[in-house]
């Protein structure tokens, strides 16, 4: 699958990419169109820094979103925490302009890492399971193991879990690859499952198709198909559809999703775009956002530039950050959409903290006296 480089390596692999043009051309030359492109070897320098397994590991960037879950008792709730971090996993680290292509791991390789919630930063546990998919890990970390399982066909397995919030992922997917003239196309054929211990409920989805666009000039990257979400249990289930950009105008990365009641009437819509921002309607609701891939190291950008004393990226990072939060007051305005803050609220001239040491105290006391 295509997968682009962080954002702070684009200048380089746009110069790498007119350096070796004439590499591109050659490529070309020895494929047509609807070929599986599985044996065609591709130069170096168009491929991503890290492997396949480890790329899987951006479904989990946000861990947070995974074990919240957990924390509904509604099962309509949860199903929409399940679409909310489903939806959250396809941002990661696709921060650059270039579309590039992972290693592909080779059979038998592994890959491990772990995640520390936000929430045990200041009181995670010491102890760990030694017999987890990563035994050097805390209980309360979201662990992951990744393993290329075959050569032929090219299937990764990829398993997550955190053993204090009682919730797994359980995925395998192999790639099919073929020219498409202009564009790479990447068929996803798997599957994964969410499974909640607590509630003893399975939460089956697929995955996307992702496609190379512009692949003779600067390379992107494209998410489109259609994926669903289902839960057996309960019969709550979402049907997503990835949207390629029309060839003429449009907007790149738009998602929408329709979230259904076990009597399969949409209680929930989402629309929005994939790696930036997504707003939730309740049928009987105001519109929400769900999620925002830039409330994640906003600024990243320009700290790294300034670091380099280069003053020139550090402008440019900004003012696509100064653009962004243009355009996305143009899209609440033509929604209808009012900004809604998080942890501060305006009470009468002031903003105040919603969860002050004041109110927590008081809070404190009021149950003291029940």
Request: hydrophobic share 35%; with cysteine.
């Amino acid at each position: 699958e295509f997968e682009i480089e962080d954002a702070d390596t684009t200048g380089g692999d746009l110069d790498d990419i007119n350096k070796h043009s004439s590499i591109i051309t050659h490529l070309l030359s020895q494929v047509r169109l609807g070929m599986d492109l599985t044996k065609v070897v591709l130069p170096t320098f168009i491929l991503e820094r890290r492997s396949l397994l480890e790329m899987y590991a951006d479904f989990f960037a946000h861990p947070d979103l995974f074990v919240d879950v957990v924390n509904y008792s509604n099962p309509r709730d949860r199903m929409v925490a399940v679409v909310r971090w489903y939806l959250s996993a396809f941002h990661a680290g696709r921060k650059g302009s270039v579309a590039k292509k992972p290693y592909n791991p080779i059979l038998g390789e592994m890959f491990r890492c772990f995640w520390v919630l936000p929430e045990c930063e200041t009181s995670r546990t010491e102890k760990c399971q030694k017999d987890g998919p990563v035994p050097w890990a805390s209980e309360d970390d979201v662990a992951f193991i990744a393993e290329q399982v075959s050569h032929h066909p090219p299937i990764s397995a990829f398993y997550a879990e955190s053993f204090t919030k009682k919730i797994s992922f359980n995925a395998h997917i192999w790639t099919k690859s073929k020219f498409l003239g202009l564009s790479v196309g990447v068929e996803n054929i798997g599957q994964g499952c969410v499974s909640v211990v607590p509630y003893d409920e399975d939460y089956v989805l697929t995955f996307p198709n992702g496609y190379g666009r512009s692949i003779l000039t600067v390379p992107w990257i494209e998410i489109g198909g259609k994926t669903n979400i289902t839960c057996a249990k309960s019969g709550y289930q979402a049907a997503l559809q990835f949207h390629c950009r029309p060839f003429y105008g449009g907007k790149k990365h738009r998602v929408t999703c329709d979230v259904m009641s076990p009597d399969k009437k949409s209680f929930l819509t989402v629309t929005g775009e994939w790696n930036g921002q997504m707003y939730a309607k309740y049928a009987d609701k105001e519109v929400n956002l769900l999620f925002s891939s830039t409330f994640y190291r906003l600024w990243q950008g320009v700290t790294e530039s300034l670091k380099e004393d280069d003053v020139e990226s550090a402008t440019a990072s900004k003012h696509k950050l100064e653009e962004r939060q243009r355009a996305e007051a143009r899209h609440r305005k033509e929604k209808g959409v009012a900004w809604e803050t998080k942890l501060f609220h305006e009470v009468g001239e002031n903003w105040v903290y919603d969860s002050s040491l004041l109110k927590r105290q008081a809070k404190h006391n009021a149950r003291k006296m029940k």
